[in-house]
């Protein structure tokens, strides 16, 4: 173990072998407050140093993935369903008119205006609620998020959890199947 002009203490990059040896978990849920300090940051390192790992796999997971997923269709694991599609976001055409629109159906009510309220000024979703589906389509449109460097959009894998889907049943956690 090395120390820099502070007395810091310096490891060396962790390799493979310290990340997926067994002792690593059973390291990290026995330390306490007595252990040595190049102790505690070995562990630190280590764990770092896993999750870099993690990212990067589970980066390239998805990239490999995703053609499956086109070829193939979904995937369902319990209430998480695995599928190729696009990112898309919600965008107030006009603020001014849209907000127009909640005063006139909300009758005055401010409460319930505000709670159509957001950082990106108004909440399309509380605001569908409010408004008939033809005052929210004037007002509101989904677009899909374009790469930047190509200009169009971009498929890549989606993740969604089933169980917070209205009106949907929760699947069966214990199987993975295809739809």
Known sequence: MSCDDDGEIILPMPTTELVTDIDLRDAVFDLDTDADASYVL??????EFAMEQAKALKAT??????????????????????????TKVTKCRDVAKALEALMDAAHGDWALICSCL??????????????????????????????????????????????????????????????
């Open 42 to 47: 070995n562990i630190l390192t280590r764990v």
């Open 61 to 86: 997971l998805e990239a490999r993935l995703l053609p499956w997923l086109q070829a193939n269709g979904p995937l369902t694991l319990g209430t998480i369903r695995y599928y190729a599609g696009t």
């Open 118 to 179: 957001s950082s990106n000024a108004l909440k399309h979703g509380a605001a569908h609620k409010v408004l008939t589906p033809e005052e929210w389509d004037q007002h509101w449109q989904i677009e899909e998020v374009p790469d930047l460097k190509e200009g169009k959009p971009i498929t890549k894998v989606q993740r969604v959890d089933t169980k917070f889907l209205p009106g949907r049943a929760a699947g069966n956690s214990d199987t993975t199947q295809q739809e």
